[in-house]
């Protein structure tokens, strides 16, 4: 089963996307602080992370920072999430470092489908690490 962390400061928020998650199939962990969120990282590994941009006591680009060099494999599993409208910057920064990111408020199939890209890059890695082990 495919593991997956949700960092999220709003519990409503965070408990409906874990509910979405497990429906999908997946094994949800969950975290409201960036603390919390680097203390799973460091104790284990996930396929995808649903991450919000602003926490109470962190900026998620710089968390993002932290977790690649704990789990370098999560620059391409991570999806932001934020309350930015698409005029401004934070969204054109986004854009710029070409990661998947949702803006509030979501649809769950949206969410599920960002889930299945980052997880089809994650699948798409280890094919190729593998055949570059066996040449």
């Known amino acids: 089963m495919p ?7 709003d519990p409503g928020l965070l408990e409906l996307i874990a509910q979405i998650m497990k429906l999908e199939g997946w094994d949800v962990d969950t975290a409201s602080t960036g603390q919390a969120a680097m203390e799973r990282i460091r104790r284990r590994s996930y396929d995808a992370v649903v991450l919000d941009l602003i926490l109470p006591d962190a900026d998620g680009v710089l968390l993002h920072a932290r977790m690649r060099r704990v789990r370098p494999h999560l620059q391409a599993r991570t999806i932001f999430m934020t309350g ?15 990661v998947e990111f949702l803006q509030k ?5 949206e969410l599920v489908r960002a889930v299945e890209r980052v997880a089809r890059v994650r699948s798409e890695q280890a094919v190729t690490a593998a055949g570059s082990k066996r040449s």
């Open 3 to 9: 593991a997956i962390l949700i960092v999220e400061d």
């Open 84 to 98: 930015f409208t698409s005029q401004e910057p934070v969204v054109d920064y986004l854009r710029s470092l070409s």
């Open 105 to 109: 408020p979501f649809a769950a199939e």
